[in-house]
């Protein structure tokens, strides 16, 4: 089971987006079969059969073992990811675009940006696993507290002109065989939800 999965297929995303579905995948972290999700989720076990073979058909549950008891075959299914990203591809003719109004200030510009990191991240891990290949990423996530607008701004001048700067020393257009990596940083309000339990 992946930790992460996108989803790039529009008839994935909308099997996925199904309220029942969704339950279903979340129950299916450990694997499961219609007798026992039918009993957690409150169906009767052929309404969970058919669910369950609506998301193994777009391959986000898959078949971890079958089963005798007694006349029947009991089906153990498992999800096949903890938890599913859908990539913007899936609404490929209104996909944001970050190249449409580049303005590194602007909230929309940056999920524009975000949504382009979904996208492309999501191919390179379906590459990457069809030919069994690591792939080369590189993230930093933190928070930081700004007194002020102004030590905000000052924060992005100096962040902007470092990336600036190690970006052209290590940039190099005529490197044989090189291969290009995209740079994201993002600055933006954190977000607080509230604890649930």
């Not at 701004?153 to 100096?158: D, P, V």
Request: glycine residues 6%; proline residues 4%; aromatic residues 4%.
């Amino acid at each position: 089971m992946d930790d992460v999965a996108v989803i790039d297929d529009p008839g994935a995303a909308e099997v996925s987006l199904d309220p029942v579905r969704a339950r279903l995948l979340a129950e299916l972290s450990e694997p499961g079969s219609a007798t026992t999700l039918a009993q957690r989720v409150g169906l009767t076990r052929q309404k969970v059969n058919y669910h369950l073979r609506a998301l193994e058909r777009h391959g986000l549950v898959e078949l971890v073992e079958e089963r005798r008891k007694g006349n029947c075959t009991e089906r153990m299914m498992r999800a096949t990811a903890a938890s599913y990203v859908i990539s913007p591809s899936v609404l490929a003719a209104v996909e944001p675009d970050p190249e449409r109004s580049p303005d590194q200030l602007s909230a929309r510009w940056l999920l524009a940006v975000a949504a382009r990191l979904v996208r492309d991240v999501g191919e390179l891990i379906t590459g990457a696993a069809r030919t069994r290949k690591r792939l080369a990423t590189f993230a930093v996530d933190g928070e930081v507290r700004f007194a002020s607008a102004a030590d905000r701004a000052a924060f992005a001048e100096e962040l902007a002109a470092a990336a600036t700067s190690l970006i052209s020393k290590y940039h190099d257009e005529s490197a044989a065989g090189g291969r290009s990596h995209r740079v994201v940083i993002a600055v933006h309000p954190a977000v607080r939800r509230e604890e649930k339990g």
